[in-house]
């Protein structure tokens, strides 16, 4: 079996498991030549990707908490009408740039076009037109990038991870939802309170069990 929530990393040996033409396995490809990236986050990235594009079209790309960066860069292939990529972190792996070069390599209009920047969550300047994605950004670190997200009014899609019971808004749920999910309904709701229209899907839980992806994007 090709377990998807492994940590293993691709390399070129796993080349053979990705032979169709298509655009996942290309993705696949591109990733197991650059031989960096754990199994699972390839996986992760993907199905967000592709369910956050049926919603949001066009606009910078901001991947924050991004880790190797891959979800900005499918989101750009995806749809080249958006402008770039900013993938935010605040340490990025060395490999990451492996890993954009193996993609550009494979659709050279994306080079030039992805920008990495190591900084703190609250340095980042959104402006109304992004697209703001973030996979496991951590506990409270999901609750940063909403709220950037809200100020700048800016369209968002996340996948939590790690929820801290301690200090998380439970919203008194957790008598009939465990605690998790009870942080992310209450994130959710605050959303649609403030009169955002918002969109709950999962991703498979083969791949990962912190799989609840939130959507959402401003009124008007």
Request: hydrophobic share 45%; charged share 25%.
């Amino acid at each position: 079996m090709f377990d998807p929530s492994s940590k293993a990393r691709l390399t070129h040996h796993d080349l053979g498991r990705f032979a169709d033409d298509t655009q996942f396995h290309r993705i696949a490809r591109a990733v197991c030549g650059a031989g960096c990236l754990p199994r699972k986050e390839l996986f992760e990235a993907w199905e967000v990707a592709r369910r956050v594009r049926r919603r949001f079209r066009g606009g910078r790309i901001v991947d924050l908490c991004a880790g190797h960066g891959l979800l900005g860069q499918i989101m750009l292939v995806l749809d080249d009408s958006s402008s770039e990529v900013l993938a935010v972190d605040q340490t990025f792996p060395a490999s990451s740039s492996t890993l954009a070069r193996a993609m550009a390599a494979e659709w050279p209009r994306v080079s030039g076009r992805v920008t990495f920047r190591e900084c703190p969550l609250e340095d980042v300047d959104l402006a109304d037109g992004d697209v703001v994605v973030s996979i496991h950004s951590c506990g409270a670190l999901t609750d940063g990038v909403i709220d950037l997200s809200v100020a700048a009014r800016a369209r968002l899609a996340v996948l939590p991870c790690c929820h801290d019971l301690d200090t998380a808004d439970t919203g008194a749920l957790t008598g009939w939802l465990d605690g998790p999910l009870a942080v992310d309904v209450v994130r959710a709701s605050k959303l649609r309170a403030l009169g955002w229209q918002v969109w709950t899907q999962t991703i498979p839980a083969a791949i990962t069990p912190q799989n609840r992806l939130l959507m959402a994007c401003p009124p008007g």
